[in-house]
């Protein structure tokens, strides 16, 4: 198992940067809710504070994500902020514009001005139009502690979000499958047909 690793981190802050800006996003795959985009400003401070269990959030149970996450968000040497995509924003200009939007959106927030930051990004693809410089990390979110931390914080804040969906449109199951396709999602489509915050540029019918 690839567990994050911050020696890549410290070396960056060590070249002369002043932060690291991870950024995740989460549920771009769904069929209904919105994309969840975390990103977090972290400096040396944050890297001497000994965190352990840190990874990707796929690879935690959600009891971990759990307890990770309230540690995160109360940590002081890490700043944060969320940006949303819901399904309205999806249908009109696709999932992938719409994730990019909500990057920039978080990055933004939670960087300000700051000019001595970089943006680590998972994967191979830059953001576009962002003017902050960044790098992308194939496999980041297994790799980069400050991404795995956004990925934890972006999962964690969504699936409370869904959770409470599930109580303003119940039947669905979005408390137990958040949103993706899986069976009983597709089962109770079927049956009850979208609701609002189903994406409806995506595959419905089944």
């Known amino acids: 198992m690839i567990t994050p690793n911050k020696t890549f981190e ?9 932060y690291i800006c991870g950024v995740d996003e989460v549920g771009m795959g769904c069929l209904a809710g919105p994309v969840v985009v975390c990103a977090v400003k972290v400096g040396k401070e944050f890297y001497e504070k000994g965190l352990v269990g840190i990874r990707d959030s796929k690879l935690l149970s959600e009891s971990q994500r759990e307890k990770l996450y309230k540690t995160l968000i109360n940590e002081k040497s890490l700043s944060y902020r ?16 719409a994730s990019m939007w909500a990057m920039r ?9 700051s000019s001595q930051a970089i943006v680590l990004v998972d994967g191979n693809k830059k953001i576009p139009n962002l003017s902050y410089e960044q790098k992308t990390v194939v496999k980041g979110d297994q790799k980069v502690f400050a991404i795995a931390c956004s990925s934890i ?8 979000m869904m959770k409470q969906y599930s109580k303003v449109y119940p039947n669905y199951g979005f408390e137990q499958h958040k949103g993706y396709s899986t069976i ?6 079927n ?8 994406r409806r540029s995506f595959r419905l019918r089944y």
């Open 10 to 18: 410290l070396k960056t802050l060590n070249s002369g940067y002043a």
């Open 82 to 97: 969320i940006s949303l995509a819901d399904s309205k924003k999806i249908d009109e200009i696709n999932i992938y514009q």
């Open 105 to 113: 959106e978080a990055i933004k927030k939670v960087l300000g001005s």
């Open 153 to 160: 914080i972006a999962k964690v804040y969504r699936d409370r």
């Open 184 to 189: 009983l999602h597709q089962k109770q489509l």
């Open 191 to 198: 049956k009850l047909g979208p609701c609002p915050i189903h």
